[in-house]
């Protein structure tokens, strides 16, 4: 098993690598010249001339790109071209600040989603079930700021209990940022329950209709130890695939929602710099977000592996 | 009533009812609004009224005219991005699954990276490098959205291409062109328009957040998502503005997930487990 493990984190040490030269070649080799776009139509041939040996753009693409990836792997991600900082460090504090947002979020979404998935399987047909259905269908079929902007008007504006801005800063307690971070916490636990809810329930249903708990019904046994020790073991993979897909989906919702409620993390500082055009920006947020895209795929595959004992043998 | 020979559950039916009211405005749309797109006719956030049933936005401009004409945006895109990505996806994906060997490989392997980023963050990658343009937007979206058809496709493909009836195609001599046209493409058919109906929500929604972000369709253009970006400052005074275009595109994607469902549904019964795929 530790090879298989040791296997699968290799993998996925390759993947990150073939990512970040996907990011590289889609912002550096396609037609499109940053120096032109920066500087606009007034500048003079002079000028792109000095400013494109500055950003070392005169050099060959794959020198670039090893230089990128050595700097990344030091922690420098280069300077911003809007207003050139050091993008590491308005990256890090920011990417803090997501984190929270994000393992707030999934601290209330996953133990909620797939209690509440296994439950809906167990009552499949019952009037919860089905009611449960079309709420979740609507939940996942609508966009994040709809459901943020609901929040507001309700939690913030009818009931004033929570601020409509999730302003956080340095020093901070942690109680207060809690709090402040409730709204934007809550919409994503709402989109995030709703798709966990329904991708558990027909993980756990399609488990139900497999001979052996068949089986297990015919020996007689009771409905809830049929479940409990025939087919949830035997979910637990498709779950934890489920878990990582909706924590993976959390992460790309956190740059709407942040959005929504003017939080000052990874994705507003990365919508901000795509509408600037501020490449290298879009760059280092763009690797950081698939990084951990990336990173929790894989943790999700090992997982499965460790609670799967017929996964642990190589075919 | 009855749609394809099956009758149709109440869900299924609303579901209908809303895609077809969304169509017609779509396609209608500048004979029924009642003011021009860009014609300002009230006060800011102006309540609504019997000139205005749904108020004024963020520059006095009738909130129905801008959510009619935003259908015609928002609708259009989508559809076209839907379109081009099923063209792009189904191509590849049965060229994939008929050819096998290194060219399935080699296709598979970039669709593996590329689905190793997500597709928001990818989207925001390529518009922050090209900036934003409809057409840019269009392809972007298509491109990115065409890694999942080719999965399905794919995978479509490579159970059919094991059947007598396209081995018997190969050993007439017959080319790839008109394998994947007449023997693997009418097969595939069923699982690929339900799949249509779902890309065509995801698409709808990614273009609608892009808006929402501001890197998607440019003002003076209505769209949806943009008018829930332009209307937000009114949320904290209370007022339902952004809260119009946000429940326009709610009850697109609902109604269009109601119909993928029930399609779903009466797909899965001939073969059963068919249906997971």
């Not at chain 1, 794959?62 to 050139?84: A, K, P």
């Not at chain 2, 597709?119 to 490098?129: C, W």
Request: proline content about 5%.
């Amino acid at each position: 098993m530790p090879r298989l493990i040791a296997t699968r984190a290799g993998l996925g040490a390759i993947t990150l690598l073939a990512v970040s030269a996907l990011i590289f070649i889609c912002t550096q080799i396609l037609p499109g010249d940053v120096a032109s776009a920066v500087l606009g139509p007034q500048a003079t041939p002079e000028n792109l001339r000095v400013f494109r040996q500055e950003l070392g753009l005169d050099q060959p693409a794959y020198i670039r790109y090893f230089n990128w990836l050595f700097g990344v792997l030091h922690g420098d991600f280069g300077r911003s071209l809007t207003n050139e900082r050091n993008i590491i460090e308005e990256l890090w504090p920011r990417f803090l600040n997501t984190l929270f947002l994000a393992s707030y979020a999934a601290v209330l979404a996953v133990p909620l989603g797939v209690g509440l998935g296994i439950l809906s399987a167990l009552r499949e047909g019952r009037f919860s079930d089905r009611f449960s259905n079309i709420v979740t269908l609507v939940a996942i079929s609508v966009p994040e700021f709809f459901v943020g902007y609901i929040l507001i008007i309700v939690l913030a504006i009818d009931f004033p209990w929570f601020p409509s801005l999730a302003t956080v800063f340095e020093g901070m307690g942690a109680a207060e940022r809690l709090y402040v971070a409730t709204l934007p916490a809550l919409t994503l636990v709402l989109v995030v329950t709703a798709h966990m809810l329904r991708m558990t329930r027909s993980s756990v249903l399609s488990i139900m209709s497999t001979p052996y708990v068949e089986m297990a019904f015919l020996k007689g046994l009771t409905r809830t130890r049929v479940i409990a020790r025939h087919a949830l073991p035997n979910a637990a993979g498709p779950i934890i695939s489920v878990v990582a897909l909706d924590l993976a989906y959390l992460i790309v919702g956190v740059v709407v929602v942040e959005n929504v409620f003017v939080y000052p993390g990874v994705g507003q500082y990365m919508v901000d710099a795509v509408s600037k055009r501020d490449v290298p920006v879009v760059q280092a947020c763009g690797l950081i977000f698939a990084a951990v895209f990336v990173g929790l795929n894989t943790v999700a595959d090992i997982a499965s592996i460790i609670v799967n004992p017929r996964l642990r043998h190589p075919r | 009533m009855t749609l394809f020979g099956h009758r149709l559950p109440l869900f299924a039916k609303v579901g209908l009812a809303i895609v077809a009211i969304n169509l017609l405005v779509a396609i209608f749309g500048p004979w029924l609004a009642p003011y021009d797109q860009s014609q300002s006719v009230g006060d800011t956030w102006a309540p609504s009224s019997a000139q205005m049933w749904l108020g004024g936005d963020q520059i006095g401009r009738d909130m129905l005219t801008r959510l009619i004409y935003g259908a015609r945006m928002t609708i259009g895109i989508a559809a076209a991005t839907t379109a081009l990505s099923f063209l792009i996806g189904i191509t590849l994906g049965f060229t994939a699954a008929v050819l096998g060997k290194w060219v399935d490989v080699a296709l598979s392997r970039v669709v593996d990276v590329m689905l190793s980023i997500p597709q928001l963050i990818f989207a925001l990658i390529i518009l922050g490098v090209f900036g934003s343009s409809i057409p840019v937007l269009i392809i972007t979206i298509a491109v990115l959205d065409s890694t999942r058809v080719f999965r399905l496709a794919r995978a479509l493909g490579m159970n059919l291409t094991v059947l007598e009836f396209v081995e018997a195609a190969r050993l007439r001599g017959e080319g790839l062109w008109w394998v994947i046209r007449r023997e693997i493409l009418p097969n595939a058919a069923a699982p690929l328009i339900s799949e249509f109906g779902l890309r065509f929500c995801f698409n709808f929604l990614f273009v609608a957040a892009l808006s929402f972000l501001g890197i998607g369709v440019q003002p003076p253009y209505a769209d949806w998502g943009g008018m829930v970006r332009d209307n937000a400052p009114a949320i904290n005074f209370g007022l339902w503005a952004p809260l119009y275009p946000a429940l326009a595109i709610a009850t697109l994607t609902v109604g269009v997930n109601l119909l993928v469902d029930w399609l779903l549904s009466i797909d899965a019964r001939p073969s059963g487990a068919q249906a997971e795929m």
